[in-house]
């Protein structure tokens, strides 16, 4: 058995607890056919029906997939997406969980961030990112500083945090693979401060060039400055007006086997790292129903729930 075939039998198994009884769907697209095949391979002998769906790639994380991929995944006791862009903050997504399906999202994902990442132990990592969560519960106010010069306050009063642990074996559950965050939206309408992304941002890759600074104000971006990546991240979100400029999540990584790539569904996981996202947040419980999601990863961040200290310079002391 090849690695990228233990990889695929691992995620079906120890992330997603697959039972010989149940339905299995793998919705890839032309970029990522080569991980969809090895998932259908793998998932054909462990589940009583397996289907693989190939689809043109979105132009974007958060675009819906063609309404009868949609249709398909409500009908699957499991689907996996392995995808260029994200299917995670899709109506097609929290559609299929409602109806019971457990859903592994992969946007992104390549050979060797899924042979690498899906070779750690998915228990530590959940206990790390549970204990995440609960600090991120009792908290009223974030604050993200970092010698590059991020200075960001987010009021998180009575959200409640979400921890993707990599482990799925509930019916309606859903998540990354790989995984390993804690992650929140923000209250809408009250982040205020300066974010300062060093590590990457999604559909962007890694920056180059030097850090995008972002002007958050009354809980949207306002300005965007650095160079080349800066405007692409502007073009991106704009097309969606205010609603895709709304802060929509702040996340903490906790996984200690992911690394910074320059692929969004591995770095904002890193152990270490924070990230915040603009658009969606519908999935999170809030209301800005938009057809984007960016996240934007910094390293060696301070955070500050309320007066503690929980990481110091990309430390995590939890």
Do not use: W
């Amino acid at each position: 058995m090849s690695s990228l075939q233990q990889a695929a039998r691992t995620a079906l198994t120890t992330c997603l607890a697959l039972k010989k009884n149940e339905t299995l769907l793998i919705v890839t697209d032309d970029n990522k056919q080569t991980i969809g095949q090895a998932l259908y391979e793998a998932g054909k002998s462990l589940s009583a029906r397996a289907l693989l769906v190939t689809m043109p790639p979105a132009d974007v994380n958060g675009q819906e997939p063609p309404a009868p991929v949609a249709a398909l995944m409500a009908r699957y006791d499991v689907v996996v997406c392995p995808t260029t862009k994200s299917l995670t903050h899709t109506e097609a997504r929290r559609t299929a969980c409602k109806k019971g399906a457990r859903v592994a999202t992969m946007p992104g994902i390549n050979e060797d961030i899924m042979i690498r990442t899906l070779d750690a132990d998915y228990r530590q990592i959940a206990s790390r990112t549970e204990a995440v969560s609960e600090l991120l519960n009792k908290a009223r106010l974030a604050r993200i500083t970092s010698e590059a010069g991020t200075d960001l306050l987010l009021p998180i009063e009575n959200i409640r945090a979400i921890s993707s642990t990599g482990l799925i074996p509930e019916p309606g559950q859903g998540g990354n693979l790989p995984s390993g965050e804690s992650y929140l939206m923000p209250v809408e309408g009250k982040s205020q401060g300066r974010l300062v992304v060093d590590a990457s941002i999604a559909g962007i890759g890694r920056i180059t060039g030097g850090p995008v600074e972002i002007i958050i104000e009354q809980g949207y971006a306002t300005e965007f400055k650095g160079g080349t990546q800066a405007d692409q991240l502007f073009k991106t979100l704009s097309p969606f007006g205010q609603a895709g400029m709304n802060v929509a999540e702040l996340g903490i990584g906790t996984n200690h086997a992911a690394k910074i790539t320059g692929q969004i569904l591995e770095d904002e996981k890193v152990l270490g790292t924070i990230h915040i996202a603009f658009g969606n947040n519908i999935g999170m419980g809030g209301s800005c129903d938009v057809g984007v999601h960016i996240d934007c990863v910094i390293t060696k961040p301070t955070v500050y729930l309320d007066e503690q200290k929980i990481m110091d310079q990309g430390r995590l002391l939890v």
